[in-house]
C-alpha cells in the first residue's frame, strides 16, 4: 500500500499560512478534455525569514509559470509544487490544462449533462490550478470565462458580472469580479444553457437583489417553491438575527451530478436538482421540506461559514453545526416545530449514534484526518447543531442572538475556529462555558441514568442524574460534559407538569423537588434537550401516562417509541411471537386520539424503525428484531384494521397544497394505509388500487406504492409497471422507483439489483441513481443486506469496487453500513471483515475508502 494513503494531517500540527494572496485572476478557456486555466496570483509574505510557497495541485497538467514575469521551474512535490527564494510581494501566473469530461469524480471543474460546472469544497479547486488550498487563506476574485455561445449560453461565477462580449469563432466571454474576499474552496463557475427564472428580494435597508434560479430546460415549472423558499429564507435571517445579503445578485444551479446536497460558492450556490425542483405531480411533501430546508441552509452560509469562514477543515463544525441549527430553527418556524424536531431526533438515534459506535467515531472537531471529505460527517453537522442547541438552551433566546451578534462584530472577515465562535458566546454572556468546549474535543454518545427516590412522609422527590461516556474506537478516557437536561414532572393527582432545565456539570447530580402528595412521573429530554441515550426503568403505566400528559410532543413520542422498543427487545430475544396486550391497547388508545394532533399521532403511529431499534442493544439481533417488528405489524394491521380504515377513510385533503395541515394529513393516512395493506382485510388490493388511481400528487401516490411495498399484495408490481411508463424519462421521479424496488423485501433481492442497474435510466457515474438503488439496499433493506450467507455485503464489496475509481466520495458513503459490523454477531462480523480485506487488497483503494476500511480492521 502506498505511503501516501496512510498520511493523516493533524490538528495539532496547524500551521498559519507563509504566504497569503490578496487578489487572483483566473481565465478559462472552456473545452471538454483541454480547458485552459491562466491563474494571476498578488503574493505577499506573512513571515519574516525566506519560507518556501507551496501550492496544492492534482491530476493537473502544468502549462509553465512565472514569478514577477519570469520563467519558473517549480519543485514537483507530493500533491502540488514547491516554489522557493521568493521576493516578498510579487505576481504571480500559472497555466494548467485540465480534463473536465472525464472527470468523474465530481470534485474541481466537471461537467454535468452539458453543463460545465464546479465542486470545491473541501479541497476540490486544487484540481482547477496550482494554489494554496486551504481556508485560512483568502483572496478576492476576478474571474474571465470563455466559451463556446450556442452550447454555454450562460456563463457564471461568483459576484457581480462586470462585462461580457463576442469572440470570433462563435465564442463569448464573460468577466466576473467578487468583492468579497474568499477562500478558494468557495469559488464556483458554470456555463451551460438553462432555463432561467428571476425573481427580486429587496433587503430591509433597501438594497434591490435579483434572483436567479437556473434549471435544466423544459424544467422551469418546477423552480417556483425553490424561489419561494429563497425569499422566505432571506426575510428570516434578517428578522431572526438581523443578517442581509450583500451582493447585488443570488444566483442558485440546479445540476443532476452531484456528490452532496448543495453548495453554498459566494453569489452563485450550485444545487443537486433534487433540492431545486418540485410541483405536486412529481414531489412529495417530503421533497418540499427538504428543497425549503436545503435552500435556506445555503442561503444562511452567507454569514455563517463566507462572511466568517473556517481557520482549518478541522473546524468544520463551526459554520455546517451552526448552519444546520440555523436551518432547523426556520424550518420549525415554517411549519411544525414538533415534526421538525423529531425528524432531528431520528437522524442522531439512527445515523448519528451509530457512527460514534463505529470505527470512524470523531468529535465534532475531529483531531486527525486522512480525507477530509469523510469528515463531513452526520457528527459534524448533526450531532454539531445539537451541541449549538444546548448552548441556545443554556444560554437563552436573547443570550444567544447577543453572542452571535458579538461573533460578528469581531470576525466579519475572518477565518476562525470554534472556541472563537464559544469565546464569543461566553463573553456576549459573561459564563463560564470552559467546561462546556469539551463537547468539541470529546467523541461518543453519553449514557445518562436516571433513578428518582420518594419520600411519603416529606413529600420530597428526587431525582439521580449519572452520565457515562464509553470509551470509543477513536479515544479512551472520557470526562462528563456540561449539558442542559429539559424535564417534565407528572404529578398524576392532578395532571399538572412542572417543567425544569437542569443544568447538568458533574458525573453524578441529585435534584429535589416537592413536595408532592404522591410519588410523581418525571419525563426526561424535553426537546431532545441534549444528544444522549437515556437510561431510565419506568413501568408501563409511567410510560402511558407520559404519553397522554407530558407537554412536549418529543416527550409524548419518545415515550410511546420506548414502550414499543421495550417489547420488540423482549420479543426479539426470546423468539415469542404473541404481542402483549398492552401494545394493542396503546395502539388503540391513539387512534382514537388522533384528530387531537394528526402530525404527532402519525408519526406516535409508526413503529421505531430496524435502525433505531439496532442503535438500543448489542450485539443486535438482526433476524429476531425484524421478525419482531413485522410480527407487531401484522397484529396491530389485523387486530385494528376497523380503526386504520376509518382513519384513513376520514382524511380528505382536497386539492394539492403544502401546508403543514395537509401534509399531516396525507402523513397520517399513509401510515394507515400501511397497516391496512397488511390487513387481509377484503377489498383491501382494490382499494388500494382505487386510491392510486384517483391520487393527483406524488406524496400520495407514493404512500399507495410504499404500503404495497411493505405488504406482499401482488398490486405492487402492477403499480410499478405502471408507474415506470409513466415516468421512465424523469430520473428524479425514477429514483423514488428505484428506492421502492431496491427497498423491497424479497428473496431475489439480488438478482433485481442487477435488473435495477441495467435499467435504461441507471448510470454508475451519477450519485443519485447510485444512493437510490445501492444507497437504498445498503442502509434500508436489512434483510436482504445482513442475509446471513453474506450475500449482500458481498454485493455491496463488488459494488465499491467497481465505483471507487470513478467517484471515491459516493463510495465512501456507501460502505457505512459495513462499519457497524463491530455491533453485529459474531458470523456477521466475520462476513464483513472478510469483505474489508478485500477491499483492502485492491491496490487502487481511494484515500477515502482505504480511511474507513483501515480503521475497521483496527
Ligand atoms: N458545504 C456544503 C453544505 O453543507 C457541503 C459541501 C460538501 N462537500 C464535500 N466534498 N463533502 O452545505
Ligand atoms: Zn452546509
Redesign the pocket.
Known amino acids: 500500500m502506498s505511503v501516501r494513503r496512510d498520511t493523516a494531517m493533524k490538528l495539532a500540527d496547524y500551521q498559519p499560512p507563509a504566504y497569503q494572496i490578496s487578489e487572483l485572476y483566473l481565465e478559462f478557456e472552456l473545452d471538454d478534455h483541454r480547458t485552459r486555466v491562466t491563474a494571476i496570483s498578488q503574493v505577499q509574505r506573512q513571515t519574516s525569514q525566506d519560507a518556501p510557497l507551496y501550492l496544492n495541485g492534482e491530476a493537473l497538467e502544468l502549462g509553465g509559470v512565472w514569478v514577477a514575469g519570469q520563467p519558473y521551474q517549480p519543485e514537483m512535490a507530493e500533491g502540488g509544487i514547491i516554489l522557493q527564494d521568493l521576493p516578498a510581494s510579487f505576481e504571480l501566473k500559472i497555466e494548467t490544462i485540465i480534463d473536465p469530461a472525464n472527470n468523474s469524480s465530481l ?1 474541481g471543474l466537471y461537467k454535468s449533462a452539458g453543463a460545465f460546472c464546479t ?1 470545491c ?4 479547486f486544487r484540481k482547477i490550478t496550482y494554489f494554496p488550498d486551504r481556508p485560512d487563506v483568502m483572496t478576492r476574485y476576478r474571474v474571465r470565462i470563455v466559451a463556446d455561445k450556442q452550447a454555454y449560453p450562460y456563463l457564471l461565477s461568483n459576484g457581480n458580472l462586470l462585462d461580457q462580449g463576442d469572440l470570433d469563432g462563435g465564442r463569448h466571454w464573460a468577466l466576473w469580479e467578487d468583492p468579497f474576499a474568499k477562500p478558494s ?1 468557495l469559488f464556483a463557475l458554470v456555463a451551460g444553457d438553462f432555463d432561467l427564472l428571476s425573481d427580486s428580494f429587496t433587503t430591509r435597508s433597501g438594497r434591490d437583489v435579483t434572483l436567479q434560479l437556473y434549471v435544466d430546460k423544459g424544467n422551469a415549472y418546477r423552480g417556483q417553491h425553490a424561489l419561494d423558499s429563497l425569499k422566505k429564507a432571506m426575510a428570516w435571517d434578517e428578522q431572526k438575527y438581523g443578517l442581509e445579503y450583500d451582493l447585488d445578485v443570488y444566483m442558485i444551479v440546479a445540476v443532476d451530478f452531484f ?6 460558492n459566494k453569489g452563485l450556490n450550485l444545487f443537486n436538482s433534487k433540492y431545486v425542483l418540485a410541483d405536486p405531480a412529481s414531489a412529495t411533501d417530503d421533497d418540499y421540506f427538504n428543497i425549503e430546508s ?1 435552500i435556506a ?2 442561503y444562511f ?1 452567507n454569514w455563517t ?1 463566507n462572511r466568517v469562514t473556517c481557520r482549518d477543515w478541522f473546524q468544520l463544525s463551526l ?2 453545526g451552526l ?2 441549527f440555523r436551518d432547523q430553527q426556520f424550518s420549525a418556524d415554517m411549519g411544525s416545530p414538533a415534526i421538525v424536531r423529531l425528524k432531528q431526533v431520528r437522524v442522531m438515534r439512527e445515523h448519528q449514534f451509530a457512527e460514534d459506535a463505529g470505527p470512524m467515531s470523531h468529535p465534532i472537531r475531529p483531531e486527525e484526518v486522512m480525507e ?2 469523510n469528515f ?1 460527517s452526520v457528527t459534524v ?1 448533526d450531532k454539531g447543531a445539537e451541541v449549538i442547541r444546548m448552548l441556545h438552551t443554556l444560554l437563552g433566546e436573547a443570550g444567544f442572538r447577543q453572542g452571535m451578534d458579538l461573533y460578528f462584530k469581531r470576525h466579519d472577515g475572518q477565518a476562525v475556529t470554534c472556541d472563537d465562535f464559544v469565546q464569543a458566546m461566553q463573553d456576549a454572556n459573561d459564563v463560564d462555558l470552559s467546561a462546556f468546549r469539551r463537547w468539541y474535543s470529546q467523541s461518543g454518545t453519553p449514557q445518562l441514568t436516571v433513578g428518582t427516590t420518594f419520600e411519603p412522609q416529606t413529600g420530597r422527590f428526587s431525582l439521580s442524574l449519572t452520565q457515562l461516556t464509553a470509551a470509543t474506537a477513536d479515544q479512551h478516557e472520557k470526562h462528563p460534559l456540561h449539558m442542559p437536561v429539559a424535564v417534565e414532572i407528572l404529578d398524576g393527582a392532578n395532571n399538572s407538569v412542572q417543567k425544569h432545565t437542569l443544568s447538568v456539570t458533574q458525573e453524578k447530580q441529585q435534584f429535589d423537588f416537592g413536595p408532592f402528595d404522591n410519588e410523581p412521573v418525571t419525563a426526561i429530554l424535553a426537546g431532545f434537550s441534549a444528544p444522549v441515550r437515556v437510561k431510565q426503568i419506568q413501568s408501563d403505566a409511567q410510560k402511558q401516562q407520559i404519553i397522554l400528559h407530558a407537554q412536549d410532543p418529543f416527550l409524548r413520542w419518545d415515550a410511546a417509541q420506548s414502550l414499543i422498543s421495550q417489547y420488540l427487545h423482549e420479543m426479539a430475544g426470546s423468539g415469542q411471537t404473541s404481542v402483549p396486550d398492552v401494545l394493542i391497547e396503546l395502539f388503540d388508545s391513539m387512534l382514537r386520539r388522533v384528530d387531537q394532533d394528526p402530525a404527532l399521532f402519525a408519526e406516535m403511529l409508526e413503529l421505531p424503525s430496524f435502525e433505531t431499534l439496532a442503535q438500543q442493544n448489542s450485539p443486535i439481533r438482526v433476524d429476531g428484531l425484524l421478525d419482531a417488528r413485522d410480527c407487531l405489524k401484522r397484529k396491530l394491521a389485523r387486530t385494528l384494521t376497523d380503526q386504520w380504515q376509518a382513519t384513513a377513510d376520514r382524511i380528505s385533503t382536497g386539492a394539492y397544497q403544502y401546508t403543514q395541515q395537509q401534509a399531516a394529513q396525507r402523513r397520517l393516512r399513509g401510515v394507515c394505509l400501511a397497516y391496512l395493506a397488511l390487513s387481509n382485510a377484503p377489498g383491501v388490493e382494490s382499494h388500494l388500487h382505487q386510491l392510486y388511481l384517483q391520487s393527483d400528487n406524488m406524496t400520495d401516490t407514493l404512500a399507495v406504492l410504499k404500503a404495497c411495498q411493505g405488504s406482499e399484495l401482488a398490486l405492487f408490481d402492477r403499480l410499478m409497471e405502471d408507474f415506470e411508463a409513466k415516468w421512465r424519462h424523469d430520473s428524479l421521479v425514477m429514483d423514488k422507483w428505484f428506492a421502492l424496488h431496491a427497498g423491497k423485501e424479497r428473496n431475489d433481492c439480488l438478482s433485481k439489483l442487477q435488473i435495477l442497474m441495467a435499467h435504461a435510466m441507471y448510470s454508475i457515474n451519477n450519485p443519485n441513481r447510485v444512493r437510490s438503488v445501492v444507497g437504498t439496499f445498503a442502509f434500508y433493506n436489512p434483510r436482504g443486506f445482513h442475509a446471513i450467507d453474506g450475500s449482500g455485503y458481498k454485493f455491496l464489496t463488488d459494488y465499491l469496487l467497481q465505483t471507487d475509481p470513478i467517484n471515491p ?1 459516493v463510495a465512501s458513503r456507501l460502505i457505512t453500513p459495513m462499519l457497524a459490523f463491530g455491533q453485529l454477531d459474531e458470523s456477521r462480523q466475520d462476513l464483513i471483515r472478510h469483505q474489508f480485506l478485500r477491499l483492502l487488497d485492491s491496490p487502487q483503494l481511494s484515500r477515502d475508502l482505504y480511511e474507513k476500511v483501515r480503521k475497521s480492521l483496527r
Open positions: 470534485e465542486q469544497e473541501a479541497e476540490g474552496y456528490n452532496m446536497g448543495a453548495m453554498e436545503v441552509h445555503e452560509h461559514g459554520k455546517e448552519t444546520v477530509m471529505n463531513y453537522y466520495q
